[in-house]
Nanobody, 111 residues
Framework: QVQLVESGGGTVQPGGSLRLSCTAS????????IGWVRQAPGKGREGLVC???????DYADSVKGRFTISRENAKNTVYLQMNSLKPEDTATYYC?????WGQGTQVTVSS
């Protein structure tokens, strides 16, 4: 059974940074596609970035240039480095791989 566990959320001021982590169990993340999705209060889920099995990454325009996805295969973990955070980035962030979803981690950007 695949399980994904996110961590690293919190409250940060506008312009600040956070790094989210997603650690998988039940599957090896190397060579599989995995992505990050967020959901803001009262809004639908928004796909942010996908790290494909061929090494390509695709970012949503809303986060391009500010967010970076990376992998640490030895830890079976994927990261989302988020810089220059804005209040509109406030949301619950999920990692997603196929039908598997993590429980989410809350990010709040507020002064």
């Amino acid at each position: 059974q695949v399980q994904l566990v996110e961590s690293g959320g919190g409250t940060v001021q506008p312009g600040g940074s956070l790094r989210l982590s997603c650690t998988a169990s039940g599957i090896t993340l190397e060579n599989v596609a995995i992505g990050w999705v967020r959901q803001a209060p009262g809004k639908g889920r928004e796909g942010l970035v996908c790290s494909n099995s061929d090494g390509r990454t695709d970012y949503a325009d809303s986060v391009k240039g500010r967010f970076t996805i990376s992998r640490e295969n030895a830890k079976n973990t994927v990261y989302l480095q988020m810089n220059s955070l804005k209040p509109e980035d406030t949301a619950t962030y999920y990692c997603n791989m196929g039908a598997a979803w993590g429980q989410g981690t809350q990010v709040t950007v507020s002064s």
